[in-house]
């Protein structure tokens, strides 16, 4: 079975390097397609060395048809001292949106603050920071 037979049959908009969002476990887990093995797609979840396969309609979300049909809004929140990379600053790109509220696996990393801000995109306007935010956020640009 293929890709193709996995959109058919299901009515899903799986493709290879399609954006997922997998939330069967205890939270949910961003991942991309790599292929298609029988009738389950394999995604590698983001920060897993392997893919694994997935039933194409168990708790899958896909994000990029979701983005297809909606206006997105992209930001980048900057977090001190993540302990996916101790001391570093590290800004984490979302998409915002109709029903999509996901990080992107793209990230900016820098030995200070202003390492990292010199990586954003131009043209980017910093929010105030909300008191509700949590306390590692340190500022979100859009």
Known sequence: MSMDYICSHYGVPARQGGRVRYT????????TIVDAQGAHLLIQIDGMQH?????PTWQIEYLEAEADHAQLLSMW????????HPGKFVAHRWLIGSGVQAATHQCLV???LDDVRAQLPAFRVKLARDPSDDRVIVETWI
């Open 24 to 31: 069967g476990g205890r939270h949910p887990q961003l991942g």
């Open 51 to 55: 893919a694994m396969p997935y039933h």
């Open 77 to 84: 929140v900057i977090i001190d001292n993540p302990s996916d």
């Open 110 to 112: 820098g030995n200070t």
